[in-house]
């Protein structure tokens, strides 16, 4: 077997930056927590399907992912797998793009489509996500992952920076609604699918030939061996089940601050400049931070950036605390994806990543759901206000179980192959 070498590590660590900065840039016209809900709201949809933009998200990538996992057990080429794939969330916004910029329904149902092709979008994405973390896990060294997703996701932020200015140019343009958001769409589209591409050129760790075939007996069999007998992995989840209440917050920070500072719709473009150039330090610095002390450690600082936005939310007093609001979420979204990620690798150790990922979105998904309706039903009786003060609560209790509960899982003695 060929030998998998620090060179193509570098290599793919190259193509891998080029990949996220074109997501990065093309997502800049999707953010869950700035272009969807004021797209939404423009659109007429709901108050409560406004509220669960961010929080539908997670649930539909939770949807499809064990089936995926069962599905790609026995997966050889992981490479050509994750290629096509791809082509799942790639072809959702070209839906999108295509009904906004040229067919532009209007009405009150005209939220409709563009949900639609968000919810499929959303599905695409999950089935997506099993493979391409299996995939990541065989182009990189292990030591050396938590700085690659780092930079990785940094230049996800690179991306996301130039996507923002373009996002206020299209919106402060002469290009009427909602087609400007159909061209944006494209662009999305043209990026994501150029970014996606880069993937044949990477370098793979060599599939085992010794490896046995795993029947679907087997893969059941391994989930219940998780979910029963990994004990560290059951704190993680149930600390992760109370941080979840960031959902509906993420999705009503840029609703909320619009309608008490009544604000351009264009500076979305601005939140997106903020938010990413935040992310993008922040998961450079986590990614780092966590190879050296673990990535229990840059979870926790997602979390506590996450509670201080929550508290600017609530006493913010001009628009230079909503730029600030900004900043610490990017700052909380930059960073999770690098500790997540690597929590998954840590957690799985030589089992598959895939399964392990599967796991901890399907079990999140139900909470993901409660905390939806329950920030709606607090919204309709108390106002944003309080959902604000309620997920603060959750959050404080999910930091302190990260903290005095979960073991840092790289660090921690393994115990029948489970960590304690």
Known sequence: ?????????????????????????????HTVYA????????????????????????????????????????????????????????SAVFMMGTIYTFLTPTGPNAWIYFYIGFIS????????????????????????????????????????????????WILDSA?????????????????????????????????????????????????KDILIGHRNFQKYLLARIFCVATFPAVSLYAVYCQNKFNFEMSEAGIFIIINVFAAGMASYLTGKMGDKYGHKLSMIFSFICHFIAMLLAIYSQSMLWVYTLFFFLGAGLGSFMPASMNLIYDFSQDRDTKTYMALIDTILAPFVIMSILGASLIRTQFGTEAVFISVAIFLIIGISLLIFVVNEPRTKKQINGFSS
């Open 35 to 90: 272009v969807v809900p004021l797209f939404l709201k423009s659109l007429g949809a709901p108050n409560l399907v406004i509220v669960s933009t961010a929080g539908l998200f997670a649930v539909l990538m939770a949807i499809p992912q064990l089936f995926s996992a069962l599905m790609g057990r026995n997966i050889k080429d992981i490479k050509i797998v994750a290629l096509l794939l791809h082509g799942l969330p790639i």
């Open 121 to 168: 979008y959303g599905l695409g994405i999950g089935y997506l996500l099993p493979v391409w973390v299996a995939f990541i896990e065989q182009s990189t060294l292990k030591e050396k992952r938590g700085q690659f997703l780092g930079l990785s996701f940094a230049f996800h932020s690179i991306g996301g920076f130039v996507g923002g200015f373009a996002v206020k």
């Open 1 to 29: 077997m060929t030998e998998f070498t620090q060179k193509d590590h570098h290599h793919n660590l190259i193509l891998n930056l080029y990949h996220e900065f074109t997501w990065g840039l093309g997502i800049a016209f």
């Open 175 to 223: 290009i009427p609604f909602p087609n400007n958001f159909g061209i944006g769409f494209y662009i999305f589209f043209v990026s994501i699918t150029i970014g996606s591409a880069l993937f044949f050129w990477f370098r793979v760790k060599e599939r085992p030939n010794d490896i046995p075939h795993k029947t679907v007996k087997e893969f059941l069999a391994d989930i």
